[in-house]
């Protein structure tokens, strides 16, 4: 069964540096997203893209984010300059039908 | 703006016990609902889904009946093994638009005790 993939699974960084996180979306989807889970709060938004642009973001995701979808197969989320409230598990999600999404295992961002 | 609202856990339960977990929402339009079920150490994996008002959901024996009324969606299961420990989230999407983000309950971490 196809599945969302997502790398690095762990992802250790100073602050102010520049992480890029990276999701393979199941192949025949559209719709792409990503949402972050800070340790022991609820899943947020972040960011939805469909046809090469950004379709919508939550104030979470101000300048210092940034997605991408450079080959046609990765998805890929850049912070900038990280910050230290920038730690949480970042999860990736695609959909096809713009009704159930399938995230990926995510990837746990530390900032130290 | 669209919301969710979940049964404050964490809830203890022993093997074979009942389990309710409730979930009403907030959103304009016709949403989707959603239950996802996180694993200890593993990503989101959903769990059953309802389109439509009166839908029910199911699977591996949990249920939710999409209630438009009561704007509710609760999960249950009649018998709950140990491997049902998880954190359980409810979410909606709301169809129509060009956006299908989904706004996520704060979670409901569910253990079971043999």
């Known amino acids: 069964e196809p599945e969302v993939t997502q790398t690095p699974s762990h992802q250790v960084t100073q602050m102010g540096q520049e992480v890029i996180l990276r999701c393979v979306p199941i192949s025949n989807h559209l719709y792409f997203y990503w949402y972050r889970q800070i340790l022991g709060q609820k899943v947020e938004f972040l960011v939805s893209f469909y046809n090469n642009e950004i379709s919508e973001k939550s104030e979470i995701f101000d300048d210092q984010f940034s997605v991408e979808r450079p080959d046609g197969s990765n998805f890929t989320l850049k912070i900038r300059s990280t910050k230290l409230e920038d730690s949480a598990m970042y999860f990736c999600a695609s959909t096809y039908t713009q009704d159930t999404q399938y995230f990926g295992p995510g990837t746990r961002l530390t900032v130290l | 703006g669209d919301s969710v609202t979940q049964m404050e856990g964490p809830v203890t339960l022993s093997e074979e016990a009942f389990l309710t977990i409730n979930c009403t929402y907030t959103a304009t339009g016709y949403p989707s609902l959603f239950w996802y079920v996180q694993y200890p150490g593993e990503g989101l994996q959903l769990l059953l889904k309802?389109?439509?008002?009166?839908d029910k959901g199911s699977n591996k024996g949990f249920e939710a009946t999409y209630r438009k009324e009561t704007t509710s969606f609760h999960l249950e299961k009649g018998s709950v093994q140990v491997s049902d420990s998880a954190v359980y989230f409810c979410a909606l999407s709301r169809s129509g638009g060009s956006n299908y983000k989904l706004t996520f309950g704060k979670g409901t971490l569910l253990t079971v005790n043999p």
């Open positions: 309802a389109t439509k008002a009166d």
